[in-house]
Each structure stands twice: as structure tokens, then as C-alpha cells.
């Protein structure tokens, strides 16, 4: 089991740009999340998954899009970067019932 | 506003002492609360996850304790290891796959 697999590990886009960060369960969990971590800040939600095909919004989606075709991937699209985007980017898969959440390793995004 | 706030920010102790973590929430409905540490660069692992019903829980050297009335929970490291050094998160869950999360403590252990 490879877990909560997520790449790129690091990125730097200048304004303007978009990008797709990638993430990837083998789990065969239903549920999956993207976070942001910033300093001084708790995870905030970004967009969530309850399966293939379903997404809604979390706390900030502001600027971000997902997409769940398959079970295993829920790739996070950011439409047109900003600085203010700059941060540590982490996709997460829940074990059915909430019990146990699995996070990536993150991914280190600076915008300039 | 769900709220969840840990105290302190950051500590710094000697390997081999023992210390204790704060977490103060203003979650409701309460659901369960967890312990996560996250090393740097990596992402969060849980520790512990204690339902209202429990007041304490082990894992290995960590012990997290819970007062529902109080609404506090802490976590306590019995002789420290320098690869305790990291962050540790307090999450509370309101409900199934909804986690409010707190800011967290850093911690260092120095040899």
C-alpha cells in the first residue's frame, strides 16, 4: 500500500498561471480532501469528494477546481495562480465512517 | 464559531523530560477528538482519537486525556526522544468526515 501518494513535492508559478496537483489513494476510499496549510493557521478545507463523480466545496474554494472521475485520483486545478495561494497543499482519504484520515506528503506551492 | 486553540505555540525541552500539550475547543455537536503529529515537511499522522465517552488513551509514550464538560483535551509525552520534535494538531470532529482543526504546537526536543 502505497497510501496517500501527491506530486509534485515542490512548485513555483508565476501569477497568471495554472497547474494540477496531483493526488492518488490505494486505499479504495470513498472520501477525499484537499487542504492548505498556512503559518499561524489550522488545515482549512479546500474541496472534498464523498465518491467518484460527486465534489463539493470546503471552507476556501475560492480559485480552485477538482474533479473525481476515478476512485484512486482527485487532482486539485488552480485556475489562475495568485500570490496569495503560496503554501503547503495536502490531499487527504478517509476510511469509510470517518474512523482514520490518511494524509499525503504535501505539496510546497509558491506563487510569485 | 468552531473553534479550536492550542497552547503553547511552540516549546522547547530537554530529551528524556516529560510534557504536556494543551488543546481548548468550542466545537458543537462533538463527535470525537484526535491527536495528529506532523514532522516537518510531511503530513499529518494521527495519534490518538478519543469519542465523548472516553477520558484517556494511550499510544506508546503519548497520553491524550479529554474533559467533554470542560472541553479541554491534552496531550502528554513521557520521556522524550528527539524525534518527538514536531507539531502536534488537535482536531475535533463535529460530525462524520467534518474536522475542525487547531493551529498546533510546535515542539523541539534538544539532546
Known amino acids: 500500500n502505497a497510501g496517500v501518494t501527491q506530486t509534485p513535492k515542490f512548485q513555483v508559478l508565476k501569477t497568471g498561471q495554472s497547474m494540477t496537483l496531483q493526488c492518488a489513494q490505494d486505499?479504495?476510499?470513498?472520501?477525499m480532501s484537499w487542504y492548505r496549510q498556512d503559518p499561524g493557521m489550522g488545515l482549512r478545507l479546500i474541496h472534498y469528494?464523498?465518491?467518484?463523480?460527486?465534489?463539493d466545496q470546503g471552507e476556501v474554494p475560492n480559485g480552485y477546481n477538482v474533479s473525481r472521475s476515478t476512485t484512486e485520483d482527485f487532482p486539485l486545478r488552480l485556475l489562475s495562480a495568485a500570490p496569495s495561494q503560496t503554501s503547503v497543499y495536502f490531499c487527504?482519504?478517509?476510511?469509510?465512517?470517518?474512523?482514520?484520515?490518511?494524509f499525503g506528503p504535501g505539496t510546497r506551492l509558491l506563487v510569485l | 464559531k468552531n473553534q479550536v486553540e492550542q497552547s503553547p505555540q511552540s516549546l522547547i525541552i530537554l530529551e528524556g523530560k516529560n510534557c504536556t500539550l494543551q488543546?481548548?475547543?468550542?466545537?458543537?455537536?462533538?463527535?470525537?477528538l484526535r491527536w495528529y503529529k506532523q514532522d516537518t515537511g510531511r503530513g499529518p499522522v494521527s495519534l490518538t482519537i478519543?469519542?465523548?465517552?472516553?477520558n484517556t488513551k494511550s499510544n506508546g509514550r503519548y497520553t491524550a486525556t479529554l474533559d467533554a464538560d470542560t472541553k479541554q483535551s491534552s496531550l502528554h509525552i513521557t520521556a522524550s526522544q528527539l524525534s518527538d520534535s514536531a507539531s502536534y494538531i488537535c482536531?475535533?470532529?463535529?460530525?462524520?468526515?467534518?474536522?475542525?482543526f487547531g493551529t498546533g504546537t510546535r515542539l523541539k526536543v534538544l539532546a
Open positions: 469528494s464523498v465518491g467518484a463523480g460527486i465534489t
Open positions: 488543546c481548548n475547543y468550542t466545537v458543537s455537536p462533538f463527535s470525537n
Open positions: 482536531v475535533v470532529t463535529p460530525g462524520t468526515y467534518k474536522y475542525i
Open positions: 478519543m469519542t465523548f465517552s472516553e
Open positions: 486505499m479504495n476510499h470513498e472520501y
Open positions: 487527504a482519504s478517509i476510511s469509510a465512517g470517518g474512523e482514520t484520515q490518511y
